[in-house]
Structures are given as C-alpha cells and as structure tokens.
C-alpha cells in the first residue's frame, strides 16, 4: 500500500507537502520521498523510514527545499517519487498500486526496445520506474498516462509533477482515492481526505475512476473524463483509511460505528454472555463502539496501544518481528480485565497470529472468557489489487489453510464460494476451526451484506474481491 500529497501554490509549498505527505504514514512503512519545482528546477530526497517517522527523516530537506509545486509519498516497498529524463522532457512521478503482470510487459518492452530498468533487491522492479517507462511509449503524457494504465493488471493512481503542473490520474476504476483541496494560494492533491484540512485547504472534490486532470496554482483542468464503472477497495473503511478520512463522501468513523452496530444486532444472543466490549486498537475501537451503542453492554479499553515511540512507520519489513512489536505495543490495564467475560472487536482476521496472541494476553492478564467479532467477513481470497496487506500468499490467509485442511489441494472455485457464504455448512465448519484454533471462547464474523449496509455506497461501485472473489 502506500499514500501521497500534492500541492501547487502561489507561493512556497514545502510546507504544506511535508505535513501532507506525513499525514500518510498509516499507509506505508519502508520508503518516503518529497520533490518539488522551484527557481532551481527540481530538488528531490528519499529515505528509509522503517526506524523513525517521515518528519524525522525529511527535517533537514523540509529546510532546505523550496518550489511552488511539489509531491511526496510514502511507500511499503518502492522508492520513490523518482526523476524520469524522457522525450516528454523532465518530471517527477509518485504512484500507489500495484502491478500483476510486471514480466510480461517487461517482456513486450525488451522486444520492442533497448530500453533497461533498475533492479532492486530480490530482483524486483521498482512498479513506478515500470509505470514511467509505459508512459513514455506515448508522444504525450496523456496518453502515456492512459496506455499505462490500461497495460497494467491490477491499478495504477498517479502524481505526475512537470515544470508547468500536476497530473492527477485516479486508477481506471477508482479502487484508491484522490482527493482535491483549494485554499487561497492553490491547490493539493491526496489520498485520504483528511490530509489537507489543517493546512488551510477546504473539501474541492473527488475525482472519478480513470479522471485525469492537470492542477496549477490557478486552476483543475480536467484532461481525462471520468469512467463510468468504479470498484473503489472497501477495506480502505474496514482497515487501511484513518479515523478522520472520507471515501466517495462516506467517513470512515461513521461507517466503522455502523458496522459494529450491525454487528451487534446479529449477536443479540450473546449480550447477556458478555461483561464489556472492546476494540483492538486502534482500527477496531471504532467498531465496538458501535456495537456497545447498539447493545448497551458497556465499552471499555482493556489494554492501551502505547504509541509515542511506536508509531506503525516503526513496523519492521518481516513478519516475525511485526507480531513481536504489535505485541510489545499492547499494555493491559488489568483491572478492566481479571474475571471479566470480553467481547473484542478487530477489524479482520488475516493470518490469526496477532489475535491469537492478543486473546492469549488477555486470558494470562486474567480474562475469564474472550469473545471475538471480526468486523469484516473471512479474507478468502487474496488481494490482487492494492496489495491491502503484507500476504505474499493466499495461503498465508488463515482462512485458506482451514480450507487446504479440509479440503486438500486443487480446490474447485465452486468449493470456495461455498466457503465465502455465511449461510453453507462449510463456512459454518470454517467459522468453527478458526476459533479452536485461535483459542477463542467464540467468533462470529461479519457479514458482507451487512458491512456494505453500513457503508452506503451501491455495492456495484464496491471491491469485494477478499471475501467473495468477484471482480
């Protein structure tokens, strides 16, 4: 995943692309980079963030730096915003997405030229220098901008920064956002929404899926019109967006609310069951805020995410050392936990190891029983879109090594949507071995429908891929 920040102004905008870029830091761990345009052309900087905060690591380029137009982005893997020298003339480009068939459109463009790509370590190609490289193949960076995202299987949202403007070009069917903001001296470009409201910028619009538009300090010009077919990823509410930000006009506080609370309608039973509710932090408070709303069991913060020295830009690249520190961050307030039957609300189960530990820490701080309500349905299928997390496999979901149990191999697509349907016996029987073998006292997923309720948005413009493999 990844997140970025756009401005151009009438006047010096490293400020605002700095606090707007830092304002992403929830989205991406490893890489960050800020560029911008001024009197002395370009100026770039990129850095590893995986031990300190974006702030931190750019102080010394945020007092240096000066330009009227900028980018900066956080990143999970790439490095980037990169400086590409083509035909088109010099220019900065930022993107998030991800790309699925990277060697067959390396393969196409070494047997149609000579041109090379940088390697990074394990052998990868860096997906942005992939998607600058496509968009060269065109005479303009329109079209070069469309021909690469139309190549690409997966999705592309590009910054694009020239001397003259910023392109701005949401991914053909909108499964990330890009948000525009004006304020008196300009205008910036972002990811989540909330980005730019405390840099003075006010709510300008959305732009649609495919939308491709050229932003100045005076001016959005719209060069692309929008698409008429969206797929706008709806775990970026679940999960990835923050608190604060806003999706097709839907907040991403309210929706989670709403979600528990459905929840919690569909768990009447087991009101009674329960002492207090409880979210794990910070993704989940939202959602059993909402269910204790509904149900009038008592919400409570049973353990503290300590944050002050361990903000998620601190999260190591291997998992192993992600479960020790997501860990190590959790600190029980025992009191709100000794003989107490909880109800913990996350917002998904993907491998278990973290929930698994995270309810075996409560039971040794003394829970007498630990009820667990995932807020979104059983992650059945990969992501083959935004990359929304770290799995480098299916069959690290441990929904798919429940079903390779049962199952064995060469599982018919049929069997999996069995699988995806709260109402079959085998979702049933799925439901029931995740939670022996997490440890739970009982677990009951949210449904799809329910979840997509609580959104709002016509479910033909949602991405539902993960939980029913429908594209």
Known sequence: MGGFFAAALKEDCVFDIYYGTDYHSHLGTRRAGMVVYGKDGFNRAIHNIENSPFRTKFSSDFNTMEGTMGLGCISDYDPQPLLIRSHHGTYAIATVGKVNNTDEIVKEMFSDSRTHFLEMSGGDINKTELT???????????????????????????LLLTPKAIYCARDLLGRTPIVLGKKEEGFCASFESFAHLNLGYSDYRELGPGEIVAMTPESVTTLAQPGKKMRICTFLWVYYGYPSSRYENVSVEEMRCKCGAMLAKRDRASWDKI??????????????????????VPFSRPFIKYTPTWPRSFMPPTQKKRDLIARMKLIPVHELIRGRSLLLIDDSIVRGTQLRETTEFLYNSGAREVHVRPACPPLVFGCKFINFSRSTSEMELITRRVIRGAEGENVPREVFDEYADPDSER?????????????????????????????????????????????
Request: aromatic share 8%.
């Open 132 to 158: 600058a490289a496509l968009i060269n193949q065109k005479e303009n960076l329109i079209d070069g901008i469309r021909y690469a995202q139309e190549t690409i299987k997966g999705s592309m949202s590009i």
């Open 275 to 296: 002492d207090t509710v409880a979210g794990v932090p910070d993704s989940g408070t939202a959602h059993a805020i909402g269910y204790s709303n509904e149900s009038g």
């Open 427 to 471: 979702y049933k029987r799925m439901q029931d071995d995740i939670c022996r073998r997490l440890g739970f006292t009982s677990l009951s997923f949210n449904r799809l429908d329910d979840m997509i309720e609580a959104i709002g948005v016509d479910p033909e413009n949602l991405c539902t891929y993960c939980w029913n493999g429908k594209e």
